[in-house]
């Protein structure tokens, strides 16, 4: 399958030619009758691009050249250069080679000759000629052994094709062979170069004579120079001349009239890889300087190519090993980077020849990250133009287009972007352009080889009346207010307005609003006319829903947020925004059922801390809820001590009242069953007359919740004391009389103790 290629450069003849009068001769019509090469040439050599017709204006501001037709439009035209890969089309070719320099075309049979190489079989002399993109195998009754790094030039002088040296089994050969009408020759000539491989030879037509130089001999690079000229080798000895180096590019120059040799490899040598450029006329060998230069490489593919007016180089090895797949240009002592897409693989020895007769330069073979390669390669020029049925018109504006392209190769199909996002297909092609602007319509005509020219044209397009309306918003909820905004660009100032809603006329003035109350759907048209009559308008369809509710919220409030239990809570909840009805539930938190509506109580029964939600779904089901925090405590207790529970009149008794649950403060009551009462957590209370009495004590907490606790005192009569004695005994009772008043208890050991007094001192 060919492989597609695109563009490489467009360039004229003329610009990389450089001197008048050195472009090469036509080829004869009987050669290849009124054939894209016959008719390129004959443009260069007037000046002019190849057969484009035209004068071409060329520049290389950045080291690739781009060239351009000088007339005007609507019409014009370029040419392009590019690589193809023709394997595809081979019914047969020479099998897989490297090392192999003996390819060259033979003007005498109109065809590219190949000879031996090298293969992963060994050496080969297998004999081969292209001619009309094909491959044939040649069957000599008579040949040279085989070999590889052999040389392969035309003679035109001797009229054949000269061949030297090379490597083989036998080692390294100075025979000379001549190729003609599909007979080899063997010639020996009295002195000849040494046995050597890898040299480099070249036609030298301003000197009139075959030209080699250098090459490898019994293991080392040489730099001797020879000629051959009538079956004769004869040494010359410049000085100075490129160091010793072999498997160097070399070709004849015709536009500059010089043998040009680029890069090469010196084993022996510090400096290895080689890219300097030398040039030999007049059996001097001179070195360029140019700015730019290939990088340092041996074994490139070295030939002049008539249609770019220059030496093309591809490839080669670079002096890090790797193979390389740059192809350049040398023209006017200047070396030019070619930036080609999709060229073939990175080789080295790709053998390479001019073939006028097919209109291209030929690649075939080499040694690359493959091994061995067998693919054909072409390199050449087509050329393209087009032209357009006008340059400038109003929008809407129909152009008829045109292109044309020719090369060695068919055309596949031209392909059209017209700039505008329109495409196109065919060497015709129509294209209406509505809208204004500047559009470059670019047309890509494609071989069946893959290689791609393109041409692009101008085309300038007019606004016609345009409207511009921008509106501030095209949906939402009602009620919805629009304001438009409105320019007029083209046609024929002054302009007039109108604007409509749902066909009905509602302003003429340039800027426009208005209100949306109801949902649905509304077109609006804003309409421009000029002062022609030509109109032009702009319609928008402006969506109204229905209003949007605000978001549903919810709050809650309670009566208390404590209390003791029981504790009654009013509970009051309200609801704002979403869609009513709504249905609003309170959820208590104390495991007892939910109430519905926005107010209920509820009586908390046990302690804790209860979280309750008021929850509220309104009609579009949305669900809000809030909570409050409810803290209940246990209800208020109380409990009594007293410090006697019996007793006699008077008696008094301490009583204490302890608090069990309930909220502080608390406040004290007490009642103690005999009319008497008292306050405070502890009191005194004197009982004076005999009884059972129910001490009762009331506390009120905080919150004023009350607990009452009891005592029970049960008080005795008091004891009455007896008479004085009427005894006139010296003894007597100290007793004293206000101790028996004090009370019933008090009067009992008081007359203990008088007692014992008494019976104390009557044993004493």
Do not use: K
Request: hydrophobic content about 40%.
């Amino acid at each position: 399958m060919p492989v597609g290629v695109v563009i490489l450069l467009t360039l004229s003849f003329f610009a990389l030619g450089g001197h008048a009068g050195a472009s090469p001769a036509p080829l004869s019509s009987s050669a290849h009758p009124a054939s894209p090469l016959a008719a390129a040439e004959h443009s260069l050599s007037l000046g002019q691009g190849p057969a484009a017709g035209h004068t071409m204006d060329c520049s290389s501001a950045t080291g690739s050249l781009s060239c351009s037709s000088s007339s005007a439009q609507p019409s014009a035209g370029g040419t392009v250069v590019g690589w193809g890969n023709i394997s595809g089309r081979q019914s047969s070719s020479p099998i897989p080679r490297s090392y192999g320099r003996s390819m060259a075309y033979d003007p005498m049979d109109h065809y590219v000759v190949l000879f031996g190489g090298y293969t992963d079989q060994g050496y080969i002399h297998d004999t081969w000629t292209f001619a009309n993109g094909t491959w044939t195998e040649r069957f000599p009754t008579s040949y040279p052994s085989d070999r590889d790094h052999s040389t392969l030039v035309w003679d035109p002088t001797d009229g054949y094709l000269l061949m030297f040296g090379g490597s083989g089994n036998g080692g390294q050969y100075g025979d000379t062979w001549s190729y003609l009408n599909g007979t080899w020759t063997s010639h020996s000539p009295a002195t000849h170069p040494s046995g050597r491989w890898s040299a480099s030879m070249a036609w030298d037509a301003s000197d009139g004579y075959a030209l080699m130089f250098g090459g490898c001999n019994s293991g080392s690079e040489q730099n001797d120079t020879w000629t051959y000229l009538s079956g004769n080798w004869t040494q010359l000895h410049p000085s100075p001349a490129p160091a010793t180096r072999g498997d160097a590019g070399m070709t004849y120059d015709p536009a500059s009239q010089v043998v040009v040799l680029f890069g090469g490899y010196d084993s022996g040598s510090s400096w290895g890889y080689y890219n300097d450029t030398w040039t030999f006329h007049a059996g001097n060998w001179t070195l360029l300087n140019p700015a730019v230069s290939p990088p340092a490489r041996t074994s490139p593919s070295f030939a002049y190519d008539p249609w770019l007016g220059g030496i093309v180089l591809f490839g080669g090895q670079a002096a890090s090993g790797g193979f390389l797949s740059d192809t350049w240009l040398f023209a006017n002592d200047s070396w030019t980077f070619l930036a080609v897409s999709n060229a073939p693989a990175a080789r080295e020895f790709g053998i390479m020849a001019t073939d006028p007769a097919d209109g291209y330069l030929l690649l075939f073979g080499g040694e690359g990250n493959v091994n061995f390669y067998n693919d054909t390669w072409v390199l050449y020029l087509m050329n393209t133009s087009a032209s357009s049925s006008a340059v400038a018109g109003t929008e809407p504006f129909t152009v008829s287009f045109h292109a044309t392209a020719s090369g060695p190769f068919a055309i596949g199909g031209y392909n059209w972007a017209f700039g505008d996002g329109g495409t196109g297909s065919g060497a015709w092609a129509n294209h209406t352009y509505t809208r204004s602007g500047e559009f470059l319509a670019t047309v890509t005509a494609t071989d069946l080889n893959g290689v791609q020219g393109t041409v692009t044209l101008l085309e300038i397009v007019s606004p016609a009346l345009a409207l511009i309306a921008v509106a501030s918003s095209t949906s939402g909820p009602a009620p919805l207010t629009v304001t438009w905004s409105a320019e007029a660009s083209g046609g024929s100032a002054p302009y007039t307005w109108e604007w409509t809603v749902a066909g009905t006329g509602e302003s003429t003035q340039q800027n426009f609003s208005y209100t949306f109350y109801n949902a649905g759907t509304r077109t609006v048209v804003a309409q421009v006319t000029d002062s022609s009559l030509a109109v032009a308008n702009q319609s928008f369809v402006i969506t109204v829903t229905q209003p949007t509710p605000p978001p549903l919220q919810v709050s809650a409030t309670a009566s208390a947020l404590t209390g003791e239990a029981p504790f009654l809570v009013t509970l009051t909840g309200s609801a704002s925004g979403g869609v009513a009805p709504y249905a609003p539930s309170w959820d208590f938190g104390d495991g007892s059922p939910t109430a519905v509506g926005m107010t209920t109580t509820h009586w908390f029964n046990f302690s804790g801390n209860f979280l309750v939600t008021f929850a509220v779904h309104d009609s579009a089901q949305s669900v809000q809820q809030v909570s409050l925090q409810v803290t209940v405590t246990p209800p208020v207790s109380v409990s009594v001590s007293s410090s006697a529970t019996a007793g006699r009149a008077p008696m008094n008794v301490t009583f204490s009242a302890t608090p069990g649950t309930g909220t502080a403060p608390f406040y004290y009551l007490w009642n103690f069953g005999d009319g008497g009462t008292g306050s405070g957590a502890a009191v005194v209370h004197l009982y004076t007359r005999a009884g059972s009495f129910e001490a009762t004590v009331t506390i009120v907490d905080a919150v004023a919740h009350t607990a009452t606790a009891n005592a029970s005192i049960s008080v005795a009569a008091a004891v009455v004391s007896p008479p004085p004695s009427t005894n006139t005994g010296t003894s007597t009772s100290s007793v004293d009389s206000t101790a028996v008043v004090v009370g019933g208890e008090l009067a009992l050991g008081a007359v203990a103790v008088a007692g014992l007094v008494f019976l104390f001192r009557r044993r004493s």
